[in-house]
């Protein structure tokens, strides 16, 4: 069924998190995110721009992005015959980088084809291996290693099955002896967000002995060659979050043996069409991958949800419940997580959630109808 895009709404929703999320670049207390409805025959896709308030995780923000969508992306997709929602992100593929901003526009076409398909998300992107998918969580960096050990503690009970602690110099070795030591035998793993060089190699190294699952991007947003040299002396696996961008990127890291596990986003690679192509490529090379989180609000997190039943999303996701972030999120129902850790996959068509319009209102900071 071709599909033409009559309309995009942009939305720009603005909400406080439940409590502060701390990695190596800042601190985010509120977030400002982008939302796009996508309009064909009066149904409605909608897709998440997964960028920070800020220029700091990788080049976009909130305002370049909403630029981007606005001046750039939606007059390329609006009026537009598509066989398939495979086909938009080659209507945006002329501008340089910008991925979040570009694949908040596809997931939106992905999530309205499935639903004129009348499908779940997750059948439309060939995915389905998983009815429930495995669930961690990430822990930002906290004021004081008590406070970190007692977020722990709340969230292994809560059955998360594994934790993610954000690492920079200063809050790095100290920090994960003493995690190790009040939790022997959880799944632990540290998240740099390149905080670190090739120069950091000795202390990256004194990781190691905590036998985390993997380190994740140590090095620099756009290192890869550094991160083959440094994974050549540790024996903790790297994971590549910021590193990896493209299948082509994914293509490099892994001939070059830069990573021994990859970390996908769906906004940093622009969408499915990208994410689906990663994810092939590294199943190919048995390379594990699992879905990261940007602090989504229910739509993004719906998405990764569909993502993460591909088969080769075999380590726990960051991907948690709505309750972690937002006292009230934009979906209903609110994103669970059962007491075993997991997320069950909606079987509704689209992303399986309906979005609370009434709340989409209360919080959304402007709005703009492009034609
Ligand atoms: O590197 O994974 C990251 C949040 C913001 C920016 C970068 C990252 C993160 C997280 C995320 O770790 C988490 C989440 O959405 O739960
Ligand atoms: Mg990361």
């Given at each position: 069924m071709a599909i033409q895009?009559?309309?995009?709404?942009?939305?720009?929703?603005?909400?406080?998190?439940?409590?502060?999320?701390?990695?190596?670049?800042?601190?985010?207390?509120?977030?400002?995110?982008?939302?796009?409805?996508?309009?064909?025959?009066?149904?409605?896709?909608?897709?998440?721009?997964?960028?920070?308030?800020?220029?700091?995780?990788?080049?976009?923000?909130?305002?370049?992005?909403?630029?981007?969508?606005?001046?750039?992306?939606?007059?390329?997709?609006?009026?537009?015959?598509?066989?398939?929602?495979?086909?938009?992100?080659?209507?945006?593929?002329?501008?340089?980088?910008?991925?979040?901003?570009?694949?908040?526009?596809?997931?939106?076409?992905?999530?309205?084809?499935?639903?004129?398909?009348?499908?779940?998300?997750?059948?439309?992107?060939?995915?389905?291996?998983?009815?429930?998918?495995?669930?961690?969580?990430?822990?930002?960096?906290?004021?004081?290693?008590?406070?970190?050990?007692?977020?722990?503690?709340?969230?292994?009970?809560?059955?998360?099955?594994?934790?993610?602690?954000?690492?920079?110099?200063?809050?790095?070795?100290?920090?994960?002896?003493?995690?190790?030591?009040a939790f022997p035998s959880i799944r632990l793993m540290a998240d740099a967000n390149s905080a670190y060089t090739l120069a950091d190699a000795d202390r990256l190294r004194e990781l190691d002995e905590f036998h985390l699952m993997m380190i994740e991007q140590p090095l620099a947003h756009d290192e890869i060659v550094d991160h083959a040299a440094l994974q050549a002396q540790l024996e903790t696996p790297i994971c590549l979050d910021e590193c990896i961008r493209t299948v082509h990127h994914a293509e490099q890291a892994i001939r070059l043996q830069a990573c021994g596990i990859i970390n996908i986003k769906l906004g940093r690679v622009g969408g499915f069409r990208e994410a689906l192509r990663i994810h092939d490529l590294a199943q190919a090379h048995s390379i594990p991958v699992w879905c990261g989180g940007m602090l989504e609000s229910g739509v993004g997190r719906a998405h990764n949800i569909a993502l993460s039943t591909l088969p080769n999303f075999v380590l726990p996701g960051d991907v948690s419940a709505s309750k972690r972030y937002w006292a009230r999120d934009i979906i209903s129902p609110p994103v669970e997580v059962s007491p075993r850790g997991t997320i069950s996959v909606p079987e509704a068509s689209g992303f399986g959630y309906e979005v609370d319009r009434d709340y989409l209102r209360h919080v959304t900071a402007r709005e703009e109808t492009l034609t």
């Open positions: 895009i009559e309309r995009i709404v942009l939305r720009e929703i603005a909400m406080p998190l439940v409590h502060f999320f701390e990695t190596s670049f800042g601190r985010t207390t509120h977030r400002r995110i982008i939302l796009v409805e996508v309009v064909s025959q009066g149904v409605s896709g909608w897709g998440e721009v997964t960028c920070g308030e800020n220029p700091f995780y990788n080049e976009e923000w909130t305002d370049a992005a909403w630029m981007i969508v606005r001046n750039y992306v939606a007059p390329r997709v609006l009026n537009v015959s598509f066989e398939n929602a495979a086909e938009v992100a080659d209507r945006s593929a002329h501008i340089r980088g910008h991925l979040m901003a570009r694949g908040g526009v596809e997931a939106a076409v992905w999530d309205l084809e499935a639903r004129l398909n009348g499908v779940p998300l997750w059948e439309q992107i060939g995915g389905g291996w998983f009815k429930e998918i495995a669930c961690g969580v990430s822990i930002g960096i906290q004021d004081s290693v008590p406070q970190l050990l007692q977020t722990i503690e709340k969230e292994v009970a809560a059955g998360y099955q594994r934790i993610k602690v954000k690492i920079k110099p200063g809050w790095d070795v100290d920090v994960v002896r003493e995690v190790r030591r």
